[in-house]
């Protein structure tokens, strides 16, 4: 998916120079900008990186996949199969849709698909509602989208990895001997695991070498000829790859052995001789999906138990995580409550959002060896919290250190919470320091339904159960941009069917407007207090941040008044910020 994205945002730049030249290039010769894209802004960020040509091994790879998995799309069959030797897949992309149904294919119900525009003929507008809808799907799976470029294609696949984790694969646990080793089987990513199984696999088959890569270490195909043996030994043929000195013939042979698996394959001989890790990384992942060759009786199956959360917690640690991996920090994090514990990420996470609070020559870089170097981190992480008046009572670093999922999910929430607050404070009130309150989101909401009409649709605070219906934030989302839903789609929200129809477009239909947001439809049938502030907030901050209301401050005065109240009542926000920002 997340080359899929890559081969998105190149076809966009096409388009883009196409347009350029047609209307007569811009000073300087650069591409010509949508006045209102989030999608484009997104692309401009990425030209230094994309300006390229994608390989034609990995053209012919992406196109495989789509022909595969899509074929019977009933959308896109009339499109389908693409003929890689062209460039049709450039042309077929270009309206955002079969981007949205590859994100569904690697995550589904990740886009309600009755937020994707799909008439056949399509304006620019629902063109580029198509590709923010994308987009911030795409972030919301855990792609980071920020200047995506060849190295991104290296940094995990969410379809073809999506089942290389404990939960999804109890059996991993036979890679391990003890707790300390199912820790760090815990901290690793999906392709440091995929490489652990694969040597694992290779010493049963008395291979001697240890593989470290997808590229120069099974180039030779000898690692391929042993695992396939190991995991089919059946589908084995004459002559045998590890008999044939040719590299391209023994890949060739390898590549016949998995077909007889019956494991889908994008790649060719040559793709393996040259090492290209992103095939090979592919080739690999559809074995293991095909035949891990682990076994179904786990005798430390109670090392997995833990990792069955209560599902409040699992979704709290899901919108953490894909909220920090969203930030653009050097670090990927697979797991909250592992990932975190040293410290370092907590670090870098509170320099994003704070920048300058981290006095980095006082922190310790991973890997950290020694438990006191990990507390010293998290003891600076606290330090960093307080400053910025978080309530941490009864937490210290050792409670992060030792992975206290209950303190460590009420720190991120408030990092969280700060964030967004600060995002709203900067955007609109940075000349006179007015602080943000809860509340005065809360009231900037109740003004926009009403304004817009809605007399009678209003939220009391954000655990009001009567949001559980998902008509409020429809009534919202239409209020700040009336075009965006679609009422034919909107149910009445009484029955729990309703509301979670209601709730699944709710959230697509704000990411195809451009928020970025990470909860999930459960957080809105359960009135997730903390979702329903975020998401509220997040609504707030793409009006606020529009274009179109630059000049409105200068044309209400000099400043905005920001009340400092926690009154949730309509006057606060009429004596606050929305006469100067919501018109």
């Excluded at 209307?23 to 006045?35: L, T, Y």
């Excluded at 008439?119 to 198509?130: A, P, S």
């Excluded at 992975?403 to 720190?411: D, R």
């Excluded at 919470?417 to 309150?437: A, D, M, P, V, W």
């Amino acid at each position: 998916l997340r080359a899929l994205l890559r081969v998105y945002a190149e076809m966009q730049l096409r388009l883009k120079a196409a347009g350029a030249s047609a209307g007569g290039k811009k000073a300087g010769g650069g591409i010509a900008r949508s006045s209102s894209s989030s999608a484009v802004a997104f692309l401009t960020a990425a030209t230094t990186t994309l300006l390229h040509t994608i390989s034609e091994s990995e053209k012919a790879s992406y196109v495989g996949h789509i022909n595969a998995y899509l074929a019977e799309d009933p959308f896109l069959k009339s499109a389908l199969p693409i003929d890689p030797a062209t460039d049709h897949i450039f042309h077929i992309t270009k309206d955002g849709v079969l981007l949205c149904k590859l994100i569904n294919l690697a995550v589904p119900g990740t886009i309600d698909e009755r937020a994707i525009n799909t008439k056949r003929v399509l304006n620019l507008w629902e063109k580029n509602e198509n590709h923010t809808l994308c987009l911030n799907s795409a972030k919301a799976i855990g792609c980071t989208v920020v200047n995506i470029g060849t190295q991104d294609l290296a940094e995990g696949r969410i379809q073809l990895l999506a089942d290389v984790n404990l939960k999804s694969t109890p059996q991993l646990v036979e890679l391990v001997e003890d707790s300390k080793e199912m820790e760090e089987l815990m901290s690793l990513s999906p392709e440091k695991i995929l490489l652990r199984w694969m040597n694992f696999q290779l010493k049963k088959g008395g291979f001697q070498r240890t593989v470290t890569n997808f590229s120069s270490d099974i180039k030779d195909s000898e690692a391929y000829a042993c695992l396939l043996n190991v995991l089919a030994p059946e589908c084995s043929a004459k002559p045998s790859a590890m008999s044939v000195k040719d590299l391209l013939h023994r890949a060739r042979l390898v590549l016949e052995h998995a077909d007889r698996m019956g494991c889908k394959r994008y790649l060719t001989p040559k793709d393996i001789v040259d090492g290209l890790p992103n095939l090979n990384l592919a080739f690999v992942a559809h074995i293991f999906q095909k035949r891990n060759g682990l076994s179904k009786q786990m005798k430390q199956v109670s090392f997995v138990d833990g990792l069955s959360d209560d599902a409040q917690v699992s979704r709290e640690e899901r919108s953490f995580r894909l909220w920090i991996n969203s930030l653009g920090i050097s670090t990927y994090i697979n797991n909250v409550f592992e990932d975190l514990r040293n410290g370092w990420v907590l670090l870098e996470v509170l320099d994003k959002v704070a920048p300058g609070s981290v006095n980095w020559k006082m922190a310790n870089r991973p890997p950290i060896k020694l438990p006191f170097k990990k507390v010293e981190n998290c003891n600076q992480v606290l330090k960093i919290g307080k400053e910025l008046k978080f309530s941490l009572v009864n937490i210290a670093g050792n409670d992060i250190v030792q992975g206290n999922k209950k303190l460590i999910l009420a720190f991120l929430w408030q990092l969280m919470r700060y964030n967004i607050l600060q995002l709203l404070k900067n955007l609109r009130f940075h000349s006179n320091g007015k602080e943000i309150t809860d509340n005065d989101i809360l009231a900037w909401a109740n003004k926009k339904v009403k304004d817009s009409g809605k007399h009678h649709s209003r939220m009391e605070s954000f655990k009001d159960r009567s949001l559980s219906s998902g008509t409020f934030f429809l009534d919202l989302l239409s209020a700040v941009e009336p075009r965006v839903v679609n009422w034919s789609l909107v149910t009445k929200g009484e029955k729990d069917e309703e509301k979670q129809m209601n709730a699944s477009y709710i959230i697509s239909v704000a990411r195809k407007l451009g928020c970025s947001i990470f909860l999930l439809p459960e957080d809105i049938l359960e009135v997730n207090q903390k979702m329903m502030l975020t998401l509220t907030a997040s609504i707030m901050y793409w009006y606020l941040k529009r274009p179109t209301s630059h000049s409105l401050d200068s044309e209400n005065g000099s400043s905005c008044e920001t009340s400092s109240t926690t009154t949730s009542d309509d006057s606060a926000s009429e004596s606050s910020f929305d006469d100067n920002a919501a018109r």
